[in-house]
């Protein structure tokens, strides 16, 4: 079976459009970050080492 596209992807190239997405509707950085850290339960600190590591989805 084969992967789905979405769980090859690096988070730290979709994270850039989050926050563009999220600017673009008059929301901020930190809100995106807090929602990600909800969802996931990483601290900000874990949340920035996901995104220097380059993990996928």
């Not at 950085?29 to 989805?57: M, N, P």
Request: net charge positive; proline share 2%; charged share 30%.
């Amino acid at each position: 079976m084969t992967k789905h596209r979405i769980f090859t992807m690096k988070f730290a190239g979709v994270y850039p459009l989050y926050i563009k997405k999220a600017e673009n509707k008059n929301r901020t950085k930190e809100e995106v970050d807090r929602i990600i850290c909800w969802l996931t339960g990483y601290s900000q600190a874990e949340l920035e080492q996901q995104i220097e590591r380059g993990t996928d989805f």
